[in-house]
């Protein structure tokens, strides 16, 4: 019952923002296929949006426009469009059947090509409205990096790139992506200076899957993410006692502003000891549609030599769980959210990635012996891990041994700029550009499924749109309108593919006619039908199990 009351808030939290997104596309799509078969002189009886029962309709002409109940498609009904129907000689000029066959061609192409020109004009728009990116901002750095020896430093602003300007990480990133196995000049900003570092750029393998590079141009080490100011508060800890937990975000100190954890420490061993300390703190939500809790402390003048980590005992939270994932090895045994993980097997632990290398290598013997400390007292358990599968950022399927826990979230948002534009050459050009890009990416993401470098779990239905649909239009109207283009791409390379009942499919019995200058007999054209429904009908009970399967975590 709870799995059923879960789905059903789900859906209907989403249902709005679907109906838009795929209303708009389907509409946009069947348009194309009406407008042009109109010109074709071809009778058009029937415009819908949506299948099963009309809710709506409206008779002008020979057409009935009408909104049906189903919102999951739509259809453009011509008159004659069934091969082998009777249709009498008057008539045949109306007739989409007896057309000749590039007129065929031209009305079944301009559905695919019609959400192909949409996404171009959504862009466009997004173009204008403007869309947020990464600043150019160098996030964490460690002193045994490539990086941090080219001269970059945490805060860094990266401004060129042999010359040519760049203004969001992924335009740099792009810079870099064509200069593997070279060396660069990159132009910084670090406060007020201005420095020229002559960088050697390294080659590694693409991590985005359905690029068509295999490899890109790389600095070992750079990056723009930096960690949080979450900070661990050891039992003992005078802030313990005035309400400070571990997991909470410092946002300030005595008044200063603190971002990222590099900034914490320097900025508390400024603060005058004999004085009082205030920090400003966030705290994250209980329930998952909370808002974040927001608090001070305030910290009485102590006889200390000076604010600091050690002094005020306060350490990074990378090691506290923030998370026990209900039915796992790691709730089984009793771990609980703030224990520290202390040591694995015979393994001190001082980072996350430590914790991680540890659990996969296991190798399905004895248990996993975990100490972890949970306040003042030393707990050791013997855990079992065991194999899961779960999807990476570039889309492939991951086996391996977890128990279940999970750390805080503690990395901080990068700097976000909004990069708009006021000229429409400019706007369109973008447009293209975009559209282009993600046609390639849908185009790549069939291909590395064919290969076996994309997993076949990330093929979604009609509920993982809504749940974007959704997602999108809360943050906002240009995250919403980014992903009606990408979903409208979709539609316009998925309706292209060789499939019967699919346009393709009819594209392709065209072109075969146009070739042999006869039409396909009607028999062979039912018999391929017939299997690219059973095809068709396949994929989307597939899409829709991968959709439940991620919906509730199976």
């Not at 447009?431 to 990330?458: A, Y």
Request: glycine share 8%; with cysteine.
């Amino acid at each position: 019952m709870e799995i059923l009351i879960s789905l059903l808030n789900k859906v209907a939290s989403g249902f709005v923002p679907f109906v838009i997104l795929l209303g708009v596309l389907i509409f946009i799509h069947e348009f194309g296929h009406f407008i042009i078969a109109r010109l074709c002189g071809v009778r058009v009886e029937v415009f819908s949006l949506g299948f099963g029962k009309k809710i709506f309709q409206y008779k002008r002409g020979d057409t009935n426009y009408c909104v049906s109940i189903i919102p999951l498609g739509g259809y453009v009904k011509m008159f004659g469009d069934q091969p082998g129907a009777e249709v009498s000689e008057e008539d045949k000029k109306y007739s989409f059947t007896h057309k000749n066959v590039w007129q065929r061609i031209s009305i079944v192409l301009a559905g695919p090509l019609m959400n192909f020109f949409f996404a171009i004009f959504i862009f466009f728009v997004v173009a204008f409205v403007g869309e947020d990116y990464r600043a150019t901002h160098v996030g964490d750095l460690t002193t045994d990096s490539k990086a941090y020896a080219a001269g970059f430093r945490s805060g860094d602003m990266i401004k060129t790139v042999n010359g040519a300007a760049v203004k969001t990480w992924e335009e740099f990133e792009g810079k870099l992506a064509n200069l593997q196995n070279s060396q660069a000049m990159v132009d910084i900003e670090r406060g007020t200076e201005k420095l020229a570092l002559k960088v050697d750029i390294a080659s590694k393998e693409n991590p985005n899957v359905l690029s068509t590079k295999p490899t890109v141009g790389d600095i070992e080490g750079l990056s723009p993410m930096s960690k949080a100011a979450l900070v661990g508060v050891k039992p003992d800890s005078a802030l313990a006692a005035l309400g400070l937990k571990t997991g909470d975000r410092v946002t300030a100190i005595n008044g200063e502003k603190i971002r990222f954890w590099r900034e914490l420490e320097p900025t508390l061993e400024k603060q005058n000891p004999q004085q009082a300390l205030q920090i400003d703190v966030e705290r994250a939500p209980v329930a998952e549609a909370g808002k974040p809790e927001t608090m001070s402390v305030t910290l009485a003048p102590m006889t200390l030599p000076k604010y600091s980590f050690d002094t005020l005992k306060l350490e990074s939270a990378d090691l506290y769980l923030g998370a026990i994932i209900d039915g796992t090895p790691a709730k089984t045994a009793g771990l609980l959210p703030g224990d520290r993980i202390m040591q694995i097997n015979e393994t001190k632990i001082d980072k996350w990635d430590d914790v991680i290398t540890s659990i996969k290598a296991y190798d399905g013997k004895e248990p996993v012996k975990i100490q972890v400390l949970r306040g003042t007292e030393l707990l050791k358990m013997n855990i079992v891990p065991h194999m899961i599968s779960q999807m990476t950022a570039g889309g492939t399927e991951d086996k391996r041994y977890t128990i279940g826990v999970a750390p805080f979230i503690n990395y901080a948002m990068p700097e976000l700029i909004e990069i708009s534009t006021s000229n429409p050459v400019e706007a369109i050009k973008i447009g293209v550009q975009r559209t282009w890009d993600v046609s390639v990416m849908t185009v790549m993401s069939f291909v590395r499924l064919f290969e076996g470098k994309v997993s076949p779990k990330n093929i979604g239905g009609v509920i993982s749109i809504g749940q974007a649909a959704s997602e999108t239009f809360k943050i906002g109207i240009s995250p919403f309108l980014r992903m009606m283009g990408l979903i409208s791409v979709n539609l316009f390379i998925l309706n292209l593919l060789p499939i019967p009942v699919l346009d393709g499919g009819h594209l392709l019995f065209y072109s075969i006619e146009a070739l042999k200058g006869a039409p396909i007999s009607i028999k062979n054209m039912e018999i391929a039908q017939q299997v690219g429904l059973v095809l068709l009908m396949s994929l989307m009970v597939f899409a829709l199990f991968n959709d439940f399967t991620r919906l509730f975590g199976m």
